[in-house]
């Protein structure tokens, strides 16, 4: 059962409560290539992004979160680190979102002003802890980035915009290691209601970074833990969204557009199952209809994996059965891939 956290609104997305998880990502174009970060979040609207993230190193930098605000109609979150000026002219620019860890960036003034700002214009500040990067004093009392460790850290910041009446608050509390960042989120969740953006940082290449991200964000939802969620690969960004949607599926959120299922074969198969699983795939990609696509190997275990899905079909010598809704259709040989995209045109 899902954990219930306050709600938080970002732009015009609301998270927490009972509220769709969204799914995050962030840009990679170097920042002071304004076009390359318009052009590559217009790649990520179109891929469904709902929460968009952009470096702001700098103020100068709030160009970027001007320029993108102009261009895409998605939350967008001004990442910030040590600069308390470069938050203050990110939420100028129009930032919905500012990202930021009180305790790195100077004196308590100065968040104080960043504070004053969000709260003038209702734009969340998000605490993003990574263990990698726990401040000294945390470091020391626990001679690691243990669980323990970085929920004092995520405290310690929390802590620091309270003191300002500051509470419109998310938190991350990301590590590389997968058991050691589920059992921070665990530890977090139960000592704190604001709402939960979950992700394994550093995860790695794209194949170890959807396998990490898959086990620690699939598990975190299972238990019920998270409202956002980012999938980080060393890939595009537009990778992480489809990432992140396939996993909330992969745990049973409902997530619009198709979801192709197919069984990975064996010496049983008698036609080219896995080709075309891909190519039904790819002639799916762009379609929004939410319906379950079968592509089954042989007779064993396809009429039934098929009869659970809105279409499917499960192979035989040369040719494959139908299967719409449950029933049995036809047989199609030829064209299987065609026909199979004609049937679902129906739908």
Do not use: W
């Not at 299972?222 to 409202?227: A, P, Q, S």
């Amino acid at each position: 059962m899902r954990q219930q956290k306050r709600e938080v609104t970002i732009g015009g997305l609301t998270i927490g409560g009972n509220h769709p998880i969204a799914v995050q990502t962030m840009l990679n174009v170097p920042i002071e290539d304004v076009a390359g970060n318009v052009a590559q979040a217009k790649r990520c609207a179109e891929a469904g992004c709902q929460i968009l993230r952009v470096t702001c190193p700098a103020p100068e930098d709030a160009r970027v979160v001007a320029a993108i605000k102009e261009a895409v109609d998605i939350p967008l979150v001004a990442d910030i680190h040590f600069d308390y000026q470069a938050a203050l002219a990110a939420v100028a620019a129009g930032a919905d979102k500012i990202r930021i860890n009180p305790g790195n960036i100077g004196d308590d003034e100065h968040v104080a002003e960043v504070a004053k700002a969000c709260r003038e214009k209702n734009i969340p500040i998000r605490i993003g802890v990574n263990g990698g990067s726990l401040e000294k004093h945390i470091l020391a009392k626990y001679g690691a980035p243990v669980p323990e460790a970085m929920v004092e850290s995520a405290l310690y910041h929390v802590h620091l915009l309270e003191k300002h009446d500051f509470s419109n608050i998310v938190i991350s509390i990301k590590s590389s290691n997968v058991p050691r960042m589920m059992a921070a989120y665990r530890l977090l969740s139960a000592q704190t209601d604001y709402p939960l953006h979950v992700g394994v940082t550093e995860a790695g290449t794209y194949q170890m970074g959807l396998i990490k991200s898959g086990m620690g964000i699939g598990g975190m939802l299972l238990e019920g833990i998270g409202d956002t969620i980012r999938v980080s690969l060393a890939d595009t960004p537009e990778k992480e969204v489809e990432a992140g949607y396939n996993i909330l599926r992969a745990v049973g959120f409902p997530v619009a557009g198709p979801e192709v299922i197919t069984c990975p074969t064996c010496g049983r198969t008698q036609y080219p199952c896995t080709e075309i699983a891909n190519e039904v795939e790819r002639r799916l990609k762009g379609c929004k209809k939410s319906i379950k696509v079968a592509v089954m190997g042989c007779v064993v275990n396809g009429p039934g994996e098929a009869r659970e899905a809105d279409i499917g079909i499960a192979g035989g010598k040369g040719e494959a059965l139908l299967f719409v809704h449950g029933t049995p259709v036809r047989k199609l040989t030829g064209d299987i891939v065609g026909q199979l995209m004609e049937e679902i045109e129906k739908l």
